[in-house]
């Protein structure tokens, strides 16, 4: 390993090829045979597009290949859907939170692309669920199979998406939507800003489409409306949930929806 001019360890490096690949001042820096070849800043809502980017320049990826993740994709969404109740209009757990998702991405004033990404995030969300869904399905004890079973569906979910590398940008969402803003969250224990910024939009939305629509031990013996809800994630602001991305939600709610606190 070695060290640029300004004496910074490299995030990795590789010796053969002489590329090295540096964070500095808040920007990612790669760098062949001493030379920048890439610059960009380290902005996790990036990291997306920058991929794309260079595997399509590496030939990584065929003109077939969004249409190839596009299906892959669906796959899942309908065994997750079906997997999940409907409520009176039609509409499950996964799909209410995609909505919301793709709701809040524009009221942050984000692109048409970015908030379809976030929704399809959303819809993936919990795609570890259909191993517990398996387990209840073929257990005689399926309640108590649920409950020694439910921390294992972000793993699950981060295990099925690994199958194809054309969803791995969707892993970080799926295995990291129940860390906590605290480090108490599972499965690893992620603190603060340590958590994908996905999952931490999703933690919250997930929170509020379950509690105002299941009755859940994990939070509560009876459905909330929506204003308790709310008043229940500003109160778990900082604790459970990012306080800026908790404060931007609120606002949302209230604005789209007209929700008063």
Same mark, same amino acid.
């Given at each position: 390993?070695?060290?640029?001019?300004?004496?910074?360890d490299?995030?990795?490096?590789?010796?053969?090829?002489?590329?090295?690949?540096?964070?500095?001042?808040n920007?990612?820096?790669?760098?062949?045979?001493?030379?920048?070849?890439?610059?960009f800043?380290?902005?996790?809502?990036?990291?997306?597009?920058? @991929?794309? /980017?260079?595997?399509?320049?590496?030939?990584?990826? +065929?003109?077939?290949?969004?249409?190839?993740?596009?299906?892959l994709?669906s796959?899942? &969404?309908?065994?997750?859907?079906?997997?999940?109740?409907?409520?009176?209009?039609?509409?499950? =757990?996964?799909?209410?939170v995609?909505?919301?998702a793709?709701?809040?991405?524009?009221?942050?004033?984000?692109?048409d692309?970015q908030?379809?990404?976030?929704r399809?995030h959303?819809?993936? =969300?919990? &795609?570890?669920?259909?191993?517990?869904?398996?387990?209840? @399905?073929?257990?005689?004890?399926? @309640?108590? +199979?649920?409950?020694?079973?439910?921390?294992?569906h972000p793993?699950?979910?981060?295990?099925?998406?690994?199958?194809?590398?054309?969803?791995?940008?969707?892993?970080p969402?799926?295995?990291?939507? =129940?860390?906590?803003?605290? !480090?108490k969250?599972?499965p690893? !224990?992620?603190?603060g800003?340590?958590?994908?910024? /996905?999952?931490?939009?999703?933690?919250?939305i997930?929170?509020?489409?379950e509690v105002?629509?299941? &009755?859940?031990?994990?939070?509560?013996?009876?459905?909330k409306?929506?204003?308790?809800?709310?008043?229940?994630?500003?109160?778990?602001?900082?604790?459970y949930?990012?306080?800026?991305? +908790?404060?931007?939600?609120?606002?949302?709610m209230?604005?789209?929806?007209?929700i008063?606190?």
């Amino acid at each position: 390993m070695f060290k640029d001019a300004f004496n910074v360890d490299p995030v990795c490096d590789d010796k053969d090829q002489k590329i090295s690949i540096f964070e500095e001042d808040n920007k990612i820096i790669v760098k062949k045979d001493g030379r920048i070849v890439a610059q960009f800043e380290d902005n996790e809502e990036d990291y997306s597009a920058i @991929l794309q /980017y260079y595997a399509k320049k590496a030939g990584l990826m +065929t003109p077939h290949a969004k249409g190839i993740e596009e299906l892959l994709r669906s796959l899942f &969404v309908n065994i997750i859907i079906l997997t999940e109740v409907e409520d009176k209009n039609g509409f499950s =757990h996964s799909q209410r939170v995609a909505k919301l998702a793709e709701e809040f991405a524009r009221f942050l004033g984000w692109s048409d692309e970015q908030a379809v990404d976030l929704r399809n995030h959303a819809l993936l =969300h919990d &795609v570890g669920k259909i191993a517990i869904e398996q387990l209840m @399905l073929y257990s005689p004890t399926r @309640l108590r +199979t649920l409950e020694l079973h439910y921390q294992d569906h972000p793993t699950m979910g981060a295990i099925y998406l690994s199958i194809n590398e054309l969803l791995w940008q969707y892993i970080p969402t799926a295995r990291n939507h =129940h860390e906590r803003w605290d !480090g108490k969250g599972f499965p690893e !224990g992620l603190k603060g800003e340590e958590i994908p910024f /996905y999952a931490r939009i999703m933690a919250i939305i997930d929170y509020y489409d379950e509690v105002t629509n299941f &009755v859940s031990a994990d939070w509560d013996s009876e459905i909330k409306s929506p204003s308790q809800a709310l008043n229940e994630i500003k109160a778990l602001s900082g604790k459970y949930f990012d306080p800026q991305l +908790t404060e931007k939600f609120i606002d949302f709610m209230v604005s789209t929806y007209q929700i008063k606190l």
